[in-house]
């Protein structure tokens, strides 16, 4: 166990490189496993859950290069996995688990995937249906739908699938199956969740197209594919990291950040537009596109932020963002309401309860909600102790608040941020 004090900040000056985007490195290390050829990643995140994607398929297989710069994945083609000598140990990676399932249902070897407590307490039923639906032969352990899963081989066939909510793990785990199937497989969402499974598997050489209708639901839809190929990926700055700075450059009076290289990918840039309809003082320069996904520097500063609502289809392009905007919301003026937002009780922790109980702590009126949480801004922040309760969001979400606090803030537990940003720490001191 660690804690780190978190001192009330006067402000931040200075620029901060943002680490990879996690969810695109998740994918470029999965789709380089299973192409053919070499796949070369710059601006990999080396998180702890990246870190087990990588150690999962080097265990069927696959040489994977560490090098200073830059990843250098081996690929074996899309059926030259091997079987794994034991369990497939996930970590605490939910994007791990859901995903590889996908890919293991369409293998012709048994395999089990188990990641730690708390990834083994995560809903899983959500990714089994389906594919189980398509042939595949998924069973968990303990019967309760969750993991350990034990993945037999099925030889699967094409579906078309009605997502109850808006997922991108399911989404994602249904069109790697697709992969393996007899025919096109294609999954609808009540609204379009994060698209990176789909830019990245037609840059490998599948064939996906992404349809929207009207009713603001959204189709992705995949053909078997016989090969993929390998691919230079650039991995842009992780939009979810960047936002603990930004939120730390509008909150904190007398500050200016310029924070590079950050991922705009539209799918994930609803922190952006809530931001924007809180009268942040926000600038974004240096825009570029590269392999389907854009980024730009974004210049933050200090800002008189007001309440407003968090709901609808702008929920899916920012679930991960929510608990550093309700300590944006505290610190605003006028009430934020956030509905439509259940997916938060399936993260690492309840965060519904997380961010509720942490924000009383500070001192914060928040009152929580079966879907979200209203929260009174205006009232001081006064430091306290944050139980992290192991989830990496909480732990930064909440070093963000100590600096806007009125004393010191403790974070309980803060070693969790080595899930998705080994280097917050530092890179939040690299800026007092």
């Known amino acids: 166990m660690s804690v780190r004090y978190i001192q009330p900040s006067c402000g931040l000056k200075g620029e901060i490189d943002i680490p990879g985007d996690k969810s ?49 994945v081996h690929g074996r ?19 791990t688990t859901r995903l590889l399932a996908g890919i293991l249902a369409g293998q012709s070897f048994s395999s089990t995937l188990s990641g730690d407590a708390s990834l083994n307490s995560r809903p899983m039923a959500r990714i089994i249906a389906p594919l189980n639906s398509m042939g595949a032969d998924i069973t968990s352990l303990n019967h309760d739908d969750c993991a350990p899963l034990r993945i037999n081989p099925g030889n699967l066939c094409g579906i078309h699938y009605h997502s109850p909510v808006a997922s991108a793990q399911v989404k994602s785990a249904i069109l790697l199956a697709g992969l393996y199937a007899d025919e096109e497989t294609s999954v609808t969402e009540p609204s379009l969740s994060r698209n990176h499974t789909e830019l990245m598997l037609q840059n490998f050489g599948a064939c996906v197209t992404s349809t929207m209708h009207r009713d603001g639901s959204a189709t992705a839809q995949t053909e078997p594919c016989r090969e993929l190929f390998g691919q230079q990926i650039l991995v842009p700055g992780d939009i979810s990291s960047a936002a603990y700075f930004i939120a730390a450059g509008l909150l904190i009076p007398h500050s200016e950040i310029l924070v590079k290289n950050v991922g705009t990918n539209f799918t994930r840039a609803g922190f952006l537009k809530v931001c924007e309809s809180m009268g942040a003082d926000i600038t974004l320069v240096n825009r570029s596109f590269e392999g389907g996904e854009g980024r730009a520097d974004i210049l933050v500063k200090s800002s008189a932020l007001k309440g407003t609502d968090i709901e609808g289809a702008l929920i899916p392009t920012l679930i991960d963002e929510i608990p550093i905007l309700a300590v944006m919301a505290a610190c605003a003026e006028g009430t934020t309401l956030i509905k439509d937002a259940a997916e938060l009780k399936v993260k690492e922790t309840n965060r519904i309860v997380t961010v509720t109980e942490n924000l009383k702590a500070m001192g914060a009126s928040v009152t929580p909600t079966d879907d979200g949480m209203i929260i009174e801004g205006g ?35 803060s070693q969790c941020v080595d899930v998705s940003y080994p280097e917050f720490f530092a890179s939040l001191e690299s800026l007092y």
């Open 24 to 72: 695109i490195s998740h994918r470029s290390i999965m789709l380089g496993s299973i192409a053919q050829g070499t796949t070369e990643i710059t601006h990999f995140l080396k998180s702890a859950d990246c870190l087990s994607t990588i150690g999962c398929f080097r265990r069927m297989g696959v040489e994977i290069e560490e090098k200073k710069e830059y990843i250098l």
């Open 77 to 95: 083609g899309l059926r030259g996995l091997t079987p794994p000598d034991g369990i497939l140990d996930t970590g605490n990676s939910g994007t």
């Open 379 to 413: 009232a001081p922040l006064s430091g306290a102790h944050i139980q992290s309760r192991l989830d990496h969001r909480i732990a930064m979400s909440f070093a963000v608040a100590g600096l806007a606090a009125s004393s010191e803030t403790v974070i309980e537990d």
